[in-house]
């Protein structure tokens, strides 16, 4: 056996001894660290008479390469032997598929307010966001229900501290004021958002609730006109053309006012649901009165409007059959992981 078979196998020996990662460090080191053997073997060649030098070279070079290579397949060996030795003392298995992951979904107000608003969207309507904590003079004032008019003891309102006359918005109707302030007629809007009243809470009453506002100004607008888009709006919710009537309503700031009642979808002759009566509540309408037109800066000779308010929370519990309106903002996981 030649000097370097000798070392090579003696390397592979000490190699394969090794238990740890350290271990084969340390005989990493012997051999081929800086000042190990087979450093010292390159160093000699130098001394060697000249025709000796490569073949020395090459030799130390072979050697070296052996050693490297008996190195990895025991540290690969090692590596293995640990992940094994884990499995079994914690019983992990690197193989399992990981757990599930939980993911949240959108609340259910949350996605009857997006399909709503890409509706509107497709015929037209931009979609405007206004504020909860709102002015005295939107709520109320320039939406034709002056202080002391009758019709604001229906608002049971959450007045806030402080300066100025600020109160949690009743309804989303400010915004239509908002919407006359900011764009030049004719325009469209649908303003989501939730309001609040100062009520006694019970399956169908909640302090906080959602409407989608609607405004439509143009000229020589008509009752026609705020029933077209009502169908439109039917269709969109339910898929399929439904019978519409109005009935007279009393909004200070419409006139004339309706309520708007569908055929109920959910039966032919009568259900739970439309109480036996196959007409269901849709949402309170109307035109745009000419009080409001003014205090939003048009005149109400040139423009005409008209406007909804739909009841985004009793839309859900109508679409999910919910039984009480609570249920939507009570943030109890197993109602909502149902969405
Ligand atoms: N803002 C009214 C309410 O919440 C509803 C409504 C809106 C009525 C638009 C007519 C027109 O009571």
């Known amino acids: 056996m030649s000097d370097h078979a000798a070392t090579l196998a003696q390397a592979q020996e000490k190699v394969e001894a090794c238990e740890s990662l350290d271990a084969l460090k340390a005989v990493e080191r012997e051999y081929l660290g800086k000042d190990g053997l087979v450093a010292e073997l390159l160093a000699r060649i130098p001394a060697l ?12 070079n072979v050697l070296k390469q052996a050693i490297l290579q008996a190195l990895d397949v025991r540290r690969a060996r090692l590596a293995e032997a640990a992940i094994a030795s884990e499995r079994s003392a914690t019983g992990f298995d690197p193989s399992l598929p990981p757990p599930r992951t939980q993911r949240g979904t959108l609340h259910p107000i949350t996605q009857v307010t997006r399909e709503l608003e890409d509706l509107f969207h497709s015929m037209g309507y931009s979609v405007l966001d206004g504020p909860e904590v709102e002015l005295d003079y939107y709520n109320f004032e320039a939406l034709n229900i002056p202080a002391d008019h009758p019709a604001r003891d229906s608002h049971d309102t959450f007045f806030c501290e402080g300066e100025g006359k600020l109160v949690m ?36 009453h909640d302090h906080t609730f959602h409407q989608m506002e609607g405004l439509v100004v143009d000229r020589n607008i008509s009752v026609a006109h705020l029933i077209g888009a009502m169908k439109t709006l039917l269709r969109g919710i339910f898929h399929r053309d439904l019978e519409v009537r109005l009935r007279p309503g009393h909004f200070p700031f419409v006139e ?11 039966c032919q002759d009568g259900c739970s649901v439309c109480k036996q009566t196959t007409w269901i509540e849709l949402l309170p309408c109307g035109l745009v009165h000419p ?3 003014r205090a939003g800066g048009l005149d109400p000779e040139e423009w ?7 009841g985004l929370s009793r839309l859900v519990m109508l679409h999910h059959d919910i039984d009480d309106v609570r249920h939507l903002l009570a943030n109890d996981l197993r109602f909502l992981e149902q969405f």
């Open 169 to 204: 918005r009743t309804h989303t109707s400010p915004s239509q004021i908002r919407a006359m302030e900011s764009f030049e007629p004719p325009f469209r809007v649908v303003a989501p958002g939730k309001c609040f009243r100062h009520e006694t809470t019970d399956a169908s």
């Open 291 to 293: 009080n409001v037109l």
């Open 256 to 266: 004339p006012g309706f309520e708007l009642d569908a055929r109920c979808p959910f």
């Open 304 to 310: 005409g409007g008209f406007a909804f308010g739909l």
């Open 49 to 60: 008479p000249n025709e000796e030098k490569p073949a020395a070279g090459r030799e130390a």
